[in-house]
């Protein structure tokens, strides 16, 4: 059973790039959500994509959007990168009602330079 | 605003011993919460998790123990082991929402000596 898969798992861009960052949920979960780790934080909540709708999302600018694809995989998309996004980025798959945990990709190391 | 908080970046304890984590809420709509563990390179690793309608919640050597009138959580981990040295999230949500939102603590590293 493939658990939540993410790629790329490093990535160095430039400031004032887009960078497109890609999420496979665990298998039988239809509800994915994505997070920023700076160091040292706890992860932020950024999104989540459920029936290929973005269903919540958190305290994050326009510059960070997404998609949801129909076989449930999804899609992170940041434009005009800014030093500040250089994070640890981490998807997590879930079933979207009640008490469910969260299972995580292993992320995608983002720095912008 | 930082509803859920974990109050001691780090923790060392020797091997055999008891390693208690806490964490603090403001939010008393949260209602499920949760703890992950994670090793440097990977992502987060659930570990075990409480709803509010119960008080202590227990999985092998874990034990998650919730005082709604406090706001506070605790994760007990007996005996620690040098396999449990980690960096500890707590977590919190509102099931009720149907979101699965989660809300992150800062984490705190715990060190287990052999």
């Known amino acids: 059973d493939a658990g939540v898969t993410q790629s790329p798992t490093h990535l160095i861009k430039t400031r004032g790039q887009q960078v497109t960052l890609r999420c496979s949920p665990k298998?039988?979960?239809?509800?994915v959500s994505w997070y920023q780790q700076a160091l040292g934080q706890g992860p932020q909540f950024i999104f989540q994509?459920?029936?290929?709708?973005?269903?919540q999302r958190g305290n994050f600018p326009d510059r960070f959007s997404g998609h949801q694809f129909p076989n449930y995989s999804s899609e992170l998309n940041v434009n005009a990168l800014l030093l500040g996004d250089s994070a640890l980025y981490l998807c997590?798959?879930?079933?979207?009602?009640?008490?469910?945990?969260?299972?995580f990709g292993q992320g995608t190391r983002l720095t912008v330079v | 605003d930082q509803q859920v908080k974990q109050n001691s970046p780090s923790l060392s304890v020797q091997e055999g011993r008891i390693s208690i984590l806490n964490c603090d809420y403001t939010?008393?709509?949260?209602?499920?919460f949760l703890w992950y563990k994670k090793y440097p390179a990977e992502g987060p690793t659930f570990l075990i998790s409480?709803?509010?309608?119960?008080d202590k919640n227990e999985d092998g050597r874990f034990t998650v123990f919730l005082n709604k009138s406090a706001k506070h959580l605790s994760l007990h981990i007996v005996p620690s082991q040098p396999g449990d040295s980690a960096v500890y999230f707590c977590?919190?949500?509102?099931?009720?929402?149907?979101?699965?939102?989660?809300?992150f603590g800062q984490g705190t590293t715990l060190q287990v000596k052999p």
């Open positions: 997590a798959s879930s079933h979207p009602w009640g008490n469910t945990e969260a299972f």
């Open positions: 298998s039988g979960h239809d509800t």
């Open positions: 994509y459920y029936e290929e709708e973005e269903r």
């Open positions: 939010n008393s709509m949260f209602d499920y």
């Open positions: 409480i709803s509010s309608i119960k």
């Open positions: 977590a919190a949500s509102e099931v009720s929402s149907n979101t699965g939102k989660l809300i």
